[in-house]
């Protein structure tokens, strides 16, 4: 795996921790429309960096598991700008012009960034877990 640089790896640090604290915060309902934006960010720069981590080797394991955590972090982005949506409803009336179309948009949008954020957490953390035993086996041999 490529290593991150140091300011790299800050930036890192700083979008997970970003992301963290604003899922917290946000889900206590402490300044909600602030903190979805600080989750949103987080999560930019989380996946950003993650990005920048590439798998320059020819294992097919670990090329399959960066693949899942892509899907990891397109829930994390996903997870964020649901949270905006839920904060301050930017498309709702774009769905409730009936009863169905609002019946649709409670279904899709209001409060569903709980689910992706716990699909792309334990996405994460399963793909972290397997990569990190996949090249200890490669230095191995």
Same mark, same amino acid.
């Given at each position: 795996?490529?290593?991150?640089?140091?300011?790299?790896?800050?930036?890192?640090?700083?979008?997970?921790?970003?992301?963290?604290?604003?899922?917290?915060?946000?889900?206590?309902?402490?300044?909600?429309?602030?903190?979805?934006?600080?989750? #949103?960010?987080? !999560?930019?720069?989380?996946? &950003?960096?993650?990005?920048?981590? +590439?798998?320059?080797? *020819?294992? /097919?394991?670990?090329?399959?598991?960066?693949?899942?955590?892509? #899907?990891?972090? !397109?829930?994390?982005?996903? &997870?964020?700008?649901?949270?905006? +949506?839920?904060?301050? *409803?930017? /498309?709702?009336?774009?769905?409730?012009?009936?009863?169905?179309?609002?019946?649709?948009?409670?279904?899709?949008?209001?409060?569903?960034?709980?689910?992706?954020?716990?699909?792309?957490?334990?996405?994460?953390?399963?793909?972290?877990?397997?990569?990190?035993?996949?090249?200890?086996?490669?230095?191995?041999?």
């Amino acid at each position: 795996m490529k290593q991150l640089n140091k300011i790299e790896s800050l930036l890192f640090i700083i979008g997970g921790l970003l992301m963290a604290a604003g899922a917290g915060l946000y889900a206590f309902f402490i300044l909600q429309p602030l903190t979805c934006w600080v989750m #949103l960010i987080g !999560a930019v720069l989380f996946v &950003a960096m993650q990005i920048r981590q +590439e798998y320059l080797g *020819r294992n /097919i394991t670990i090329r399959r598991l960066r693949r899942i955590m892509f #899907l990891a972090n !397109a829930c994390f982005v996903l &997870a964020g700008i649901f949270m905006v +949506e839920d904060a301050y *409803r930017l /498309i709702a009336p774009f769905f409730t012009n009936s009863i169905g179309g609002y019946s649709l948009y409670v279904n899709i949008f209001y409060h569903n960034w709980v689910i992706l954020l716990l699909i792309g957490a334990v996405l994460e953390v399963y793909t972290t877990h397997r990569i990190s035993s996949e090249l200890e086996k490669e230095q191995k041999q």
